[in-house]
């Protein structure tokens, strides 16, 4: 980080849509930021904690940089959990050698989540919204690989015809 | 019209009624109306009761997303008042309806969570009930290790008990050895299951048993063109449709209708299998239930696509894609929109549009979404050579997995021979095989 401002994005998930363990998502999130300190917090208690919260929850972790991710039965209730994702983005930088969090958004609920509300305005399909994610996935170098017995068990259902 | 009843359980048992007779929208109504009145006077046993009852009439109609709702509540409200029994049972059937949208990973959640209850409960019917559930998701799912394991186990504990609790699990086990191509194996499971139902009277059990010895009997048919399998399904059938008839249960006339019109379609009695497609779609609709309805649609679409009478089966088809993607069927709508890609690809053979949209119907589920792309595989193969280059770089654009990236790079490479290695040492094996088995033309 050096001391120089960065944002990156955080991608949550219910893990219906795209699957990737939370150790996975660690190690991407730290290769970008080597000194961030990554909490996994479950994703019914963020929506609890509401914006105001989660400031308070992030300010409580002040000298480190924090990723919220999980997933949660109750996350279905949220609107944008119909889109199979939620998208947040952090601002960090470094301080004395630790990566901070300067800002994070989440839904619709700041201001920086204007990159999301153009990407929904933008696409007319969630298809087409999934498609962004992906590419934006893939921009983060997030990679999906199914366990082998997922393809034992895929083919073995293939077998049997549509 | 649901009136007439003042008490709770009066009215329960006029909604249990008819939800035998499949008039799941009375029974809706007399089931609110007891909700109503036990939230009246606070009787939260009943209240979690009555919100069972809404759920599994909500799920006959295929009105999933409700059902869940109902079975959400119940589950709530026996946390509440610590029914364990009634915890147990509202997340059996929460597994049971997230089976249907094809959140299989979901189910087992809830499978595995009802287990742990009934185990602390010792109740062995209960275990060997869930167990049951578990085995026939994980033979949809492709885990048939797992699945014979639980099933067995299920019938262990049956065995202990009662009888008539191994109904379940011999079904779910005769059609575990149908996939696994064991049709005498799968024949006599279901010969022990239709016994125990004989011997204890359970005559609407046996109506599903019927249905279920005609689908292995038409999977026996078309692996191995038995002849007498054939003749067996539609005697099958008939029992079944006398059956369902006689006890008025007809949501079961209308899939051993289903089953009539797969059957005489088999028999190439093309005009009498329309007949039984329609008959089945018209029960459906009249009692409402949307994912069977659905399903009749997609089977009848199978039929019309294989004698070519395309536009008709492409109506079809579009209609189960329709309604599995406004009801969120989701297994549904990957096999709705694979058929599509048959059937467009039959009129053109460089169409594939519709592949793609199945694969990325797939991506919610990782055991379908596998599924898809061995169906994928299996359709490249009888491409031109040209439309199969085209095909693996719109898969690339949309395909979300290692592995099957890796095996698309390969096989490009393969049939273009342009020389560009890549490592397929990590490809799962049948992947592999698929890639050296590829032909190239």
């Known amino acids: 980080m050096n001391g120089e401002k960065k944002d990156f994005w955080i991608l949550l998930w219910s893990g219906e849509d795209i699957r990737i363990n939370d150790e996975d998502i660690r190690l991407i999130i730290q290769s970008d930021a080597p000194d961030a300190e990554i909490h996994v917090v479950n994703l019914e208690n963020l929506r609890q904690m509401g914006v105001t919260g989660l400031k308070s929850f992030l300010d409580g972790y002040s000298e480190k940089s924090v990723l919220v991710i999980s997933s949660s039965e109750e996350a279905e209730k949220m609107d944008f959990w119909k889109l199979g994702f939620i998208m947040g983005k952090v601002s960090a930088h470094s301080k004395g050698g630790k990566a901070r969090i300067i800002g994070f958004a989440k839904g619709d609920q700041t201001h920086c989540f204007q990159e999301l509300s153009d990407l929904l305005l933008k696409c007319e399909t969630e298809i087409e919204i999934k498609r962004e994610i992906k590419n934006l996935m893939k921009d983060l170098g997030i990679e999906t690989k199914f366990d082998i017995k997922e393809f034992t068990a895929g083919k073995r259902s293939a077998g049997g015809g549509i | 019209m649901a009136s007439g009843a003042s008490s709770v359980g009066e009215l329960t048992e006029r909604g249990n009624n008819a939800y035998e007779r499949s008039e799941f929208r009375e029974s809706i109504e007399y089931h609110e109306q007891a909700l109503t009145i036990a939230r009246e006077i606070g009787d939260r046993g009943d209240e979690c009761n009555r919100l069972g009852n809404l759920g599994r009439a909500y799920y006959a109609l295929g009105e999933i997303r409700k059902a869940i709702e109902y ?278 053979s460089s169409q594939y549009g519709y592949y793609l949209t199945a694969l990325k119907a797939a991506i919610f589920n990782p055991k379908i979404y596998t599924r898809t792309i061995f169906l994928i595989i299996y359709r490249m193969k009888e491409m031109e050579r040209d439309t199969t280059i085209e095909f693996i770089k719109a898969l690339k654009e949309v395909n979300i997995e290692v592995h099957f990236d890796t095996f698309l790079n390969a096989l490009a490479s393969k049939i273009q021979g342009n020389g560009e290695d890549y490592n397929t040492e990590d490809l799962p094996v049948e992947l592999k095989e698929e890639l050296d088995n590829f032909p190239i033309q």
């Open chain 2, 71 to 348: 079975h959400k509540q119940a589950l709530a409200i026996a946390r509440e008042v610590g029914d364990r029994r009634g915890e147990g049972e509202a997340l059996l059937r929460l597994g049971e309806s997230n089976m249907v949208f094809g959140d299989w990973d979901k189910s087992l959640q809830f499978f595995n969570d009802a287990l742990e209850i009934f185990e602390t409960m010792e109740s062995l019917t209960s275990r060997g009930e869930v167990l049951s559930y578990i085995g026939e998701l994980q033979i949809k799912s492709g885990e048939w290790e797992d699945a014979r394991e639980n099933l067995e186990k299920s019938l262990e504990l049956s065995d202990r008990t009662t009888p008539v609790g191994k109904i379940d699990a011999l079904m779910n086990l005769g059609e575990l050895f149908s996939v696994e191509d064991r049709y005498e194996d799968a024949f006599s499971s279901f010969k022990e299951a239709l016994r125990i139902a004989s011997d204890s009277e359970l005559s609407t059990k046996k109506v599903k048993i019927c249905n279920k010895i005609v689908r292995a009997r038409l999977m026996d048919f078309e692996s191995n063109k038995s002849k007498e399998s054939l003749l067996r399904a539609n005697n099958y059938c008939i029992s079944a449709l006398k059956l369902a008839k006689y006890l008025q249960m007809p949501l079961d006339q209308g899939i051993s209708l289903r089953n009539m019109g797969i059957v005489s379609f088999r028999y190439n009695q093309i005009n009498e299998s329309k007949s039984y497609f329609r008959q089945s779609l018209k029960k459906f609709q009249t009692i409402g239930a949307r994912y069977e309805l659905a399903r009749t649609y997609l089977e009848l679409a199978k039929t019309l696509a294989e004698t070519n009478m395309l536009l008709e089966a492409e109506e079809k088809t579009k209609v189960c894609a329709f309604d599995a993607t406004h009801k969120e069927f989701k297994e549904l709508k990957v096999r709705s929109y694979v058929l599509l890609g048959d059937i467009i690809r039959k009129q053109d």
